[in-house]
């Protein structure tokens, strides 16, 4: 499904930049995936899509 119409972002493309990148903020998104650069329409669902695969990620235990 798109999320960003404007340039035709997936949610795919998203979840796919945030595994890849360690992104966690839609600001760091923005460098990567051109989303929310018009009309920002799109800036919510991408946030939820950048929670929920975040919330997917393995936690790492403290490391001695």
């Known amino acids: 499904m798109y ?3 404007c340039n035709a972002v997936s949610d795919k493309t ?3 930049a945030v595994r890849q990148h360690h992104i966690h903020s839609i600001k760091e998104l923005k460098r990567i995936v051109p989303v ?3 009309c920002g329409k ?3 669902q991408a946030r ?7 919330a997917q990620l ?3 235990g403290n490391v001695a």
Do not use: A
């Not at 939820?48 to 975040?54: A, F, G, T, Y």
């Open 36 to 38: 929310g650069r018009d």
């Open 48 to 54: 939820e899509l950048i929670n929920e695969e975040i």
């Open 3 to 5: 999320v960003c119409l």
């Open 42 to 44: 799109c800036i919510r």
């Open 14 to 16: 998203i979840r796919n």
């Open 58 to 60: 393995p936690k790492i």
